[in-house]
């Protein structure tokens, strides 16, 4: 529902701003995410240094807006929702972006190529089901009790984190297409960096284990192009 409620806000701004002559035009999209699948597991400890990585391709929605500096240059905002999971965790993440992009060829042309990039605020969500991870051998320095074992079993709660608030960066390149005055289609790809290294909801241990990485994805997303 929060996610709804802030996909609409962000369409009734739209259509605001585009009666004040504030945007050019607009993109909606649909797409696919990508994350790494190293899960970079530490040897000690037998828990991921790397939270965000394994999960499956995921869903990406989302809507662009932009104002037409020059024939070129374009500067505008982006809403976008997206979720993926992998076994025993979801992850949804709602972002707000501020972009600039530079067209190779005027942005009224038959065919476009672009280059962008810009910086980026979320709100990630994560949702751990109850589950059990082990048993693990153990070292004899391990043992912290005077009852020796030779292995050891995590127990994982089902555990809820909402809306925890992370930044950072993205750049991408893309192709446009004219199929009608006013209207076109676009393709493109991009790379997103995310300082979650020190987020709350990784200084979990006994939850998430250690993150000592940020977050990296990869959107490869395809849509409409509208001019107002």
């Keep these: 529902m929060f996610k709804k409620n802030k996909l609409f806000l962000f369409l009734f701004l739209i259509i605001n701003f585009a009666q004040a002559q504030l945007i050019d035009y607009v993109q909606l999209y649909v797409g696919t995410r990508i994350f790494p ?20 391709p995921g869903q990406v929605l989302g809507v662009s807006v932009y104002r037409q500096i020059t024939d070129h240059i374009c500067l505008g905002g982006s809403f976008e929702i997206s979720n ?50 082990g048993p693990f051998p153990l070292k004899r320095g391990d043992q912290t009790s005077v009852i020796y074992s030779d292995s050891v079993t995590y127990r994982n709660t089902k555990t809820d984190i ?36 020190n987020a709350p909801i990784l200084q979990q241990k006994d939850t998430y284990g250690y993150n000592k990485h ?15």
Excluded at 47 to 52: K, T
Excluded at 101 to 114: G, V
Excluded at 170 to 187: D, M, N, P, T, V
């Design 84 to 133: 993926t999971r992998k076994k025993n965790y979801n992850l949804n993440i709602a972002t707000i972006g501020a972009n600039v992009k530079y067209n190779f060829n005027n942005i009224e042309s038959f065919l476009s190529p672009y280059v962008m990039g810009g910086v980026n605020y979320s709100f990630v969500t994560v949702s751990q089901s109850e589950f059990k991870e």
């Design 162 to 197: 909402f809306f925890v608030p992370v930044y950072g960066f993205h750049f991408g390149a893309g192709l446009e297409f004219k199929i009608r005055e006013g209207w076109g289609l676009f393709g493109e790809y991009r790379f997103t960096y995310s300082f979650v290294k």
């Design 37 to 56: 699948q190293d899960l970079l597991i530490n040897s000690s400890t037998a828990l991921p240094d790397r939270f965000y990585a394994g999960f499956a």
């Design 214 to 228: 940020n977050m990296i994805y990869h959107n490869i997303v395809f849509g409409l192009r509208i001019f107002l």
